[in-house]
């Protein structure tokens, strides 16, 4: 397997370094015939499932898991979180870029498979992408990735989980593009019509998240790291009534 021998063709070593994140993408797809995530990562470890495409595997998360609110995958995305990301002699067996692949993949999934507590270990691991110049740090682009999935979501119960765990972002040092693409992505969600057409109780809950991360206090005085950084407070006391007024 990828990570138990030593491949010298550089060739060679880039077509089956994307292994893994293919293998997901193939074993993501076989679950909904095999219907548990223990079977297939029994497959995956004896045939040596191991290669490329995250859009894929990523389409299969969320069509099944998230739009069902299940967590069938959940075995599998804390194998490829804890036993791939989170071990670098592992990492450094996969090509560049679907190192890449696999640490987008895993922002956009995190919240949802309650692996949150792994955040701080998860982006001092993240691997340099050529844009960071533009997009910025670990900590700007998975939140950018975050937000993204954020919009995407049509499923209430799921959409409240996700925005029920975004007081991890406190404390988070971001690009002021970064900060204020995360505050308009929330903000999205506090008005009653389109285009997301938010219900009342996600209305409350995204104001909850926009008033923990960003209090209407202190919007006007964010502490600037540089010119282009900032810092998500979520300090101070909350305005009492400001969500129930405002939704």
């Known amino acids: 397997m990828l990570f138990e021998v030593q491949l010298g063709n550089s060739e060679v070593l880039l077509r089956y370094s994307s292994a893994l994140v ?3 993408t193939n074993v993501f797809w076989v679950m909904r015939m095999l219907d548990t995530a223990e079977r297939v990562l029994s497959r995956l470890q004896e045939n040596g499932l191991l290669v490329d495409s995250s859009k894929s595997c990523q389409a299969a998360l969320e069509w099944i898991d998230i739009q069902t609110n299940t967590r069938r995958f959940q075995s599998l995305f804390r194998y490829l979180l804890e036993e791939v990301a989170l071990v670098p002699t592992r990492l450094n067996k996969i090509a560049p870029q679907a190192q890449r692949d696999l640490y987008l993949l895993l922002s956009r999934f995190i919240f949802f498979y309650n692996s949150v507590d792994k955040l701080e270990s998860f982006l001092k691991e993240f691997p340099i992408f050529p844009n960071s110049f ?17 919009q995407k979501l049509k499923v209430e119960p799921v ?10 972002l406190q404390g988070l040092e971001l690009r002021m593009t970064t900060s204020t693409r995360l505050k308009a992505c929330l903000y999205s969600f506090t008005s009653p019509g389109g285009p997301m057409y938010p219900t009342r ?21 964010i502490s600037l790291a540089s010119s282009s950084d900032c810092y998500i407070h979520g ?11 405002l939704a």
């Not at 959409?159 to 991890?168: G, N, P, R």
């Open 134 to 150: 533009l997009a910025g740090g670990p900590a700007d682009i998975f939140v950018i990735e975050l937000a993204d999935q954020l």
């Open 201 to 221: 109780i996600v209305r409350h809950a995204a104001w909850e998240a926009l008033d923990l991360l960003f209090p209407l206090d202190s919007i006007l005085d």
């Open 235 to 245: 300090i101070g006391p909350l305005l009492v009534g400001t969500s129930q007024w």
């Open 159 to 168: 959409l409240l989980h996700y925005l029920s765990q975004i007081k991890v």
């Open 22 to 24: 293919q293998g997901a």
